[in-house]
């Protein structure tokens, strides 16, 4: 991915395109075909619709979202009050200040993007369960992570951050109160962070989280005490308040976002739609599963007799496609998906290529025997015992074959139909592989890019 707006403005157009198409489609009663709508189907994919249309909306306000997460006392708090530049948070020395997420808006002084900074609870206070969920799901609505810590990095915190990678979203690992602490560096931290992990987690976490993306700041300063000498002799110490030191986490998130904070809204638009379409699909095929049995039987069937009883071996197999392809469309339709009569096809050729030689094989077995039964009419005389005899042995063999071959293509295509929108020429997975595609070795999200395409 290129560093100038224009590639950025490319992933966010693709975006808003894909997550267009999932509404238009998934939201519209005609997907439901002559069918009526299935209420127990809507309801089980409302929330569904919402995640899509709520990150379509959040494309269009354009809204970087950052969220804070770290244990109690890490100074989460402190952070987003000294990136905002005044006290909105609540903080103090007790521990557990912050009870449930927090929000604010934030515009940087360049004035160029907006910047929703989310203040989230310890991860290990109480209710823990209930906080890991809520964990989960601010991570997911996330664009960018802070993780905060303070002094040594614990076990607790290093699992912290290894769960919060399975957001799979970029993370800068923010080391508070170094005033406190001014022996700490980067290399120091990257270097625990390596000593905590274990094997495959040590490897993941070095290709995620380099010293790059660990930043130092002090956010709420020790205060400093000022000796006073008053006029008449007397001595005094006063407290003096420290300003901030956020200005190279500014620096850092602004950095991120110039160079491709519209291609991380894209990518998280995207990522929420998929596991929403997907999701969708599940459910529409299970709630619809005894139909499509029927459907593919029927298929099976009609396709085992038209091509038995044709005496014509070129019509006995492009009869035979096009029985494949009306199911594939048939089962699309079912299920309320997207399905041209050119992805009908590039579908089939996709469950021809995965079947190895097991369809193409039934497919020049059932040519054959085509040919056969086309010989035994033009040969010896059709009314002739032995010529109907030979005739029927072919055509219920081919026929059979013929049936067996539509059920295994039914079959296939209803784990292909499982992914929904999402492989067509705008569903999420095609885009997210799009922009993965043109991602370089300077960019944050490069170092999410394997992992990425592994989930895609």
Not at 122 to 135: I, K, N, S
Not at 309 to 315: D, L, S
Not at 415 to 423: A, D, F, M, R, V
Request: aromatic share 6%.
């Amino acid at each position: 991915m290129t560093a100038n707006s224009s590639s950025q403005q490319t992933h966010f157009n693709q975006a808003r395109a894909s997550l267009s198409q999932a509404l238009s489609w998934y939201g519209n009663s005609r997907r439901h075909g002559k069918s009526f709508p299935n209420s127990e189907l809507q309801a089980a994919v409302k929330e569904d619709l919402q995640i899509i249309k709520a990150a379509y909306e959040k494309l269009d306000e354009t809204v970087i979202r950052i969220a804070t997460f770290g244990l109690v006392s890490r100074g989460k708090s402190a952070v987003v009050n000294a990136l905002v530049g005044k006290k909105v948070m609540t903080t103090g020395p007790v521990n557990g200040v912050t009870r449930w997420p927090q929000t604010i808006r934030w515009t940087p002084s360049s004035g160029k993007v907006q910047i929703e900074l989310i203040d989230t609870p310890g991860l290990d206070e109480v209710e823990g369960e209930e906080r890991a969920a809520m964990a989960r799901t601010i991570a997911q609505q996330a664009d960018l992570i802070l993780f905060i810590v303070a002094g040594d990095i614990t076990r607790t915190e290093y699992r912290g951050l290894c769960e919060l990678r399975e957001a799979k979203k970029p993370i800068l690992l923010v080391f508070n109160k170094v005033d406190l602490y001014p022996d700490k560096d980067r290399q120091v931290i990257y270097q625990q962070l390596r000593e905590l992990g274990t094997g495959k987690e040590k490897d993941e976490l070095t290709e995620l989280l380099s010293p790059q993306e660990i930043v130092m700041v002090s956010a709420e300063p020790a205060p400093l005490y000022v000796r006073v000498e008053q006029a008449n002799g007397e001595i005094s110490y006063e407290r003096e308040e420290q300003p901030p030191q956020v200005e190279a986490l500014k620096e850092a998130i602004l950095s991120i976002l110039n160079r491709e904070g519209r291609s991380l809204l894209a990518l998280n638009a995207l990522l929420q739609a998929q596991t929403a379409e997907n999701h969708i699909a599940t459910e529409t095929m299970r709630l619809r599963q005894e139909d499509a049995e029927t459907l593919i039987w029927n298929y099976t069937r009609y396709k085992a007799i038209a091509v038995a009883v044709n005496p014509i071996a070129i019509v006995d197999l492009i009869g035979g496609t096009v029985a494949d392809l009306a199911l594939i469309r048939g089962l699309a339709r079912l299920y309320g998906l997207p399905m041209t009569s050119y992805e009908a096809g590039k579908l089939w050729r996709r469950i021809l290529i995965s079947s190895g030689s097991l369809l193409l094989g039934e497919m020049g077995t059932g040519a054959l025997l085509g040919l056969g039964k086309s010989g035994a009419i033009i040969g010896s005389g059709f009314g002739t015992p032995g010529a109907i005899a030979s005739y029927a042995g072919l055509a219920a063999t081919q026929g059979a074959i013929a049936g067996f071959g539509a059920y295994s293509v039914g079959k296939v295509a209803q784990e292909y139909l499982k992914q929904g929108c999402s492989w067509g020429p705008l569903g999420p997975s095609t885009v997210i592989k799009d922009i993965l595609s043109q991602v370089e070795g300077d960019t944050i999200i490069y170092r999410l890019k394997q992992e990425l395409i592994s989930w895609v």
